[in-house]
């Protein structure tokens, strides 16, 4: 069964604190993917990966950084969490060149204080 | 113009409704299509794949119009269990990677 897992569900943390999401496949998948989730805004593309230490920026890259050591591995770097990070972060993860195996892990809620 | 763009709605519908929703997208070369549904508080899943002029999968149709540049999800016989969020999906043009529209809300009422 395909399984994307995201290290928390619900993460508070302070203004100014470096915050690390991790994001975690076990289909063998080459893209992973991190967006945030806002209402009224929907899905927006901050970072991608298309394979083992590649990256790519997405649609709103500032203030996030992304690191992939290992395929199965995708994580988000927020360094200096600010308010208006406050969002739900979603990782996905497909096969190279097959856009119908796309898989969301579960979620992430983010409240920066 | 947006690449994909759908209504936010909501769209409230009694049970046994029939409801459609379409999607424009910008990117005329586009191949495939795929509608998302997304429950509260909870990630998105994959609902249909359109590669053609259209999918069906028992109460749910989706359809595509090449020639305006939609697709459509039609719902017949609404159920309760069918209030969600739907998002409509294309892939982009020179990357390997899927443009989400913004979601159409569904309120299915008894």
């Known amino acids: 069964d395909v399984k994307v897992t995201q290290s928390s569900r619900y993460l508070v943390k302070r203004t100014g604190e470096k915050v690390f999401l991790e994001c975690v496949q076990d289909m063998d998948h080459e893209n992973m993917f991190w967006y945030r989730q806002d209402p009224g805004l929907g899905l927006r593309l901050i970072y991608f990966?298309?394979?083992?230490?590649?990256?790519e920026k997405g649609d709103i890259p500032e203030g996030y950084s992304v690191s992939r050591e290992k395929k199965e591995r995708f994580s988000l770097i927020l360094e200096s969490a600010s308010t208006n990070q406050t969002s739900m972060y979603l990782c996905a993860s497909k096969l190279q060149g097959f856009p119908d195996t796309q898989y969301f892990g579960p979620g992430t809620r983010l409240t920066v204080l | 113009r947006k690449e994909v763009e759908q209504d936010p709605g909501p769209f409230n519908v009694p049970e046994g409704a029939t409801v459609a929703f379409n999607c424009t997208y910008s990117n005329s070369a586009s191949q495939s299509f795929f509608w998302y549904r997304q429950d509260c508080r909870k990630e998105p899943k994959l609902l249909m794949s359109v590669y053609s002029s259209g999918n069906e999968d028992g109460r749910f149709t989706a359809q595509l119009n090449r020639a305006s540049q939609y697709i459509s999800l039609l719902i017949r016989d609404s159920k309760l269990s069918d209030s969600a969020t739907y998002l409509c999906?294309?892939?982009?043009?020179?990357?390997?990677?899927?443009?989400f529209g913004t979601g159409t809300r569904l309120q299915v009422f008894p």
């Open positions: 990966s298309y394979d083992v230490k590649m990256k």
């Open positions: 999906a294309v892939p982009s043009r020179n990357t390997d990677k899927l443009i």
